[in-house]
């Protein structure tokens, strides 16, 4: 295309080099320490799990709730096959499988739920994540409520570093592409766009699964990293966590979700001494943003490279031209 | 045979409890189409507040059980002014975001406020138990039907004879035309958020007396089964609420009884599956058509 495009793509690549080197020279001089990386290595992990629930929520505009569940299946997907497989085939096999039984699982909700209007999906979603958890606790292959440990590690911070950027370019440029724009236009007025032929509950479904995959990308993901897996770590409280970086981060931003899993991640060692008034803060600060930015912080805005760098003139804010 | 019967007195028990639960949440979708996830948290509250009559000013059961209702009204009022109204003209998903940060300040609040242990519920009324045949229920078991049937009845009663009940149906079917009547919309909410809390309130001081304990959590998994009941009867159609509630109670209670009660709360929410599948409407709902 175009050199502004080029320009563009290549100041968005220079970006990501340039905080993979920052993390690398952090790690090299042992600036943040062991516990600033397992936080750095969570914080991608909620981002991945984020993006896709801001597909489902920002995009499509249904509001899911079981995202905890999604994650849980493919956390045990891997800590069953990896186990089994020590070896980075079998964490790949791991992570495929795990984000294809839970797309063909939101499939399956999907389809019934999203054929309604109204919020039929947040109870569904509520119900499925707590149905994936019950059958969890109560198999043999999961070991029940103790979990499974032991998971063989083939995850750094490089190998998350590099999923994340993948995950948030592949599910940018989605949303860019034709399906992405019919889910969005599904979302801004749904009898409008299915007066011009889109099949609203297919675009619907596609976002929703998605969504699931990624959730279940970022469940094995972490399953690997911390070794072990257990029911009581995907209750409705990691929905909720989730959540939490979506809304804030602005219903539809994906940039404003990538700033706050880290502002998020961040502010959770902060607040780590807090216990449980953290959570009463978190609920405090879901409601006063719903009431007065009732589309989360950043709104469906995005944090632009293209306006700060390469202005062309459409763009209101003149102090770009100065940066 | 017996035990077949035993176990469907003991679903309609605590059926009875759910379709308390399940009329508030289908009132209020009925008026202003929310999910209110804050109300099984309002039916905890409703415990807790029982609880305290009780145990701390010692009150009688009855006049605790009123009290512990009337003051849950004012606590659903003030939510629903707080946290929904402010959003009236919002995304429908900014409610719901809402809605579940006020059942999430709910429960952590109490948690961080009072604890997230157990509490013992005091035993206000002796338990006797009476035996008919080979049926036993207790004298506790028959309160709970009792005073579930008795607040069904009144709420029939408020919403078709008195003038607010008018205007609850008439905002339900058309909020801008009930306007245009000259309805106060905004207090006809408020009323039916009070009449909803009420009951949920009603719904968890029974339970308490019944199970013996109660905790800041406890509202979570009624609530969601409340949900589902109104689903299956029908969402926003009243009694549709009532069978829907006996319904939930009977399955959950036979699913224990075939041995499979590690799987009662995961029977409850396939149910909720099988019905947007099959019938989204509710068992008592008509498919009305789409405006647009």
Redesign the interface.
Known sequence: MDRTHLKYTLSWAGLVVMLFVLIAVMTIFDVIGQYGMTTLVLIGINLIAAVGLNLVIGMSGQFSLGHAGFMAVGAYATALIASAIPNIGGFILSLVIGMSVSGVVALLVGIPTLRLRGDYLAIATLGVAEIIRIVIINLKITRGPAGIFGIPNFVNWQVIFGISVIVIALVVNFVRSTTGQAIIAVRDNEIAAASLGINTTKYKVIAFVIGAMLAALAGGLRASFIQSVSPQDYTFMQSITILIIVVLGGIGSMSGTVVTAIILGVLDVILQNFGPLRMVIYAVVLIVVMIFRPKGLLGTSELSLKKLLFDTGDSHDNHSKNA | MSSILQQLLNGVILGSVYALLALGYTMVYGII?L?NFAHGDVYMLGAYFGYFFINVLHLNFFIALVLAMAVSAGVGVVIEF??YR??RQ?????????A???S??LE??M??FFG?DKRAFPQAIATVQYHFGQLQISNIQLLIIGTAVVLMLGLTLIVQKTKMGRAMRAVSADQEAAILMGINVNRTISFTFAIGSALAAAGGVLIGLYYNNIDPLMG?TPG?KA??AA?LGGIGIIPGAALGGWLIGILETLTQAIGLS??K??V???I??VI??WK?TGILGKNGR?K?
């Open positions: 189409k999910i707080v946290a402010p959003l919002s995304p429908r998903i900014a409610v719901l975001i809402s579940l940060g006020v999430f300040l952590n609040g948690s961080y997230s979570m969601i949900f589902v689903v590690d799987y709360d995961a409850v929410y396939g909720l599956i947007l599948l989204p789409e647009v």
